[in-house]
């Protein structure tokens, strides 16, 4: 179970796929798939240099290996410089 009610019991899925729905439309985001939203989130946090104790509880996985074999081959530090220069190049005026 990836989520749970407010009481810890299931989640409806219909439910929670609305809700999920609302949240992105009010966000003004373009959808992505629930799945692609934990990656997402596991990638993020892989790149801030996040404790993966920390993240693996904000992933809630139950296995630290978990979150060390799916997120953190993402963040080295030439990932982190290809990054920040491909960032500088399209904050250029002249070409972005």
Do not use: W
């Not at 949240?23 to 790149?47: E, N, S």
């Amino acid at each position: 179970m990836i989520f749970s009610s407010e009481h810890g019991g299931l989640t409806d899925p219909v439910g929670f796929s609305r809700t999920f729905d609302r949240l992105v439309k009010r966000a003004g985001v373009r959808r992505i798939t629930v799945r692609l939203a934990r990656h997402t989130c596991g990638t993020l946090l892989a790149f801030l240099k996040v404790h993966p104790k920390v993240a693996q509880a904000i992933l809630r996985h139950s296995q630290i290996s978990r979150t060390m074999d799916v997120y953190t081959h993402v963040a080295g530090d030439s990932e982190r410089e290809a990054v920040a220069m491909l960032a500088e190049l399209l904050e250029d005026p002249l070409i972005g």
